[in-house]
């Protein structure tokens, strides 16, 4: 999202148009790449935003121009899931539960801590019938 303004009418619908010609049937998601240069979050993790889909690793299609293909690392991973919910009287509220729960979960008892090296992805994915999701990459102890 940070690079959209490279497209032309960088907007969100244009973004997940482009995206729809490569991958019609994937879901398209929100994702944080653990970049040096990139802006830092609440987090105090310098991350660049990305929307995009998950491809076969195998994949050879041709990604639409200015679209860029990735390959996300291998990797341990911690979820923070929240279930359905009505995203016009509990969005708010979901948020503020699951960043508390990120906040809160004790990564030292559970053996491990946050992957922060540069080119780690984490997910963000926000369906309101299915859940509210974190995924997000660990290093384990």
């Given at each position: 999202?940070?690079?959209?303004?490279?497209?032309?009418g960088?907007?969100?619908?244009?973004?997940?148009?482009?995206?729809?010609?490569?991958?019609?049937?994937?879901?398209q998601?929100?994702?944080?790449v653990?970049?040096?240069?990139?802006?830092i979050?609440?987090?105090?993790?310098p991350?660049?935003?990305?929307?995009?889909?998950?491809?076969?690793?195998?994949?050879?299609?041709?990604?639409?121009a200015?679209?860029q293909?990735?390959?996300?690392?291998?990797?341990?991973?911690?979820?923070?899931?929240?279930?359905?919910?009505?995203?016009?009287?509990?969005?708010?509220?979901?948020?503020a539960?699951?960043?508390?729960?990120m906040?809160?979960?004790?990564?030292e008892?559970?053996?491990?801590c946050?992957?922060?090296?540069?080119?780690?992805?984490?997910?963000?994915v926000?369906?309101?019938?299915r859940?509210?999701?974190?995924?997000?990459?660990?290093?384990r102890?």
């Open positions: 999202m940070q690079k959209q303004s490279r497209i032309s960088a907007d969100l619908e244009t973004v997940s148009a482009l995206l729809r010609q490569l991958a019609p049937e994937a879901e998601q929100m994702a944080f653990n970049e040096p240069s990139g802006r979050c609440s987090w105090g993790i991350l660049a935003e990305c929307w995009g889909v998950r491809l076969p690793r195998d994949c050879t299609d041709a990604v639409p200015p679209l293909l990735m390959e996300v690392p291998e990797g341990d991973y911690l979820v923070f899931e929240h279930g359905p919910f009505d995203l016009q009287t509990e969005n708010s509220l979901v948020e539960k699951i960043e508390r729960a906040r809160d979960f004790d990564y008892a559970a053996g491990c946050l992957d922060t090296a540069p080119g780690r992805v984490f997910y963000f926000h369906d309101c019938v859940f509210w999701k974190y995924i997000r990459p660990v290093v102890f």
